[in-house]
């Protein structure tokens, strides 16, 4: 028996408020990671069409990256996804002195 979190649906609703398929998520082969492809992405695990399993072997992503992109939404919405402007959504910490 499955459990929730393993179940698989065969359609989400995507960011647009259209059904949304495993055949609408970016292909395997993606290099330029957009706002919008990383948002497909985490909405299709967070919905279940696809588990983070699946989606880190598709993509070539690590979990840590995938939970980076999961955690940006959460805290700044989209906005949170973009590469050129992480000085104003993440906190940049100097690097520990070790002693």
Not at 1 to 20: A, F, N
Not at 22 to 28: F, G, H, T, V
Request: hydrophobic share 35%; charged share 25%; proline share 7%.
């Amino acid at each position: 028996m499955q459990s929730h979190s393993e179940q698989k649906v065969s359609q989400i609703i995507g960011l647009d408020g259209k059904p949304m398929t495993i055949d609408d998520l970016p292909p395997a082969d993606t290099k330029r990671w957009v706002i919008r492809r990383k948002a497909e992405v985490v909405a299709a695990v967070r919905g279940g069409l696809i588990s983070l399993d699946d989606a880190c072997n598709r993509y070539k992503l690590s979990v840590e990256e995938f939970l980076s992109w999961q955690k940006a939404i959460e805290k700044h919405g989209l906005p949170g996804l973009r590469t050129t402007r992480l000085q104003q959504y993440r906190p940049i910490h100097p690097p520990e002195l070790n002693n």
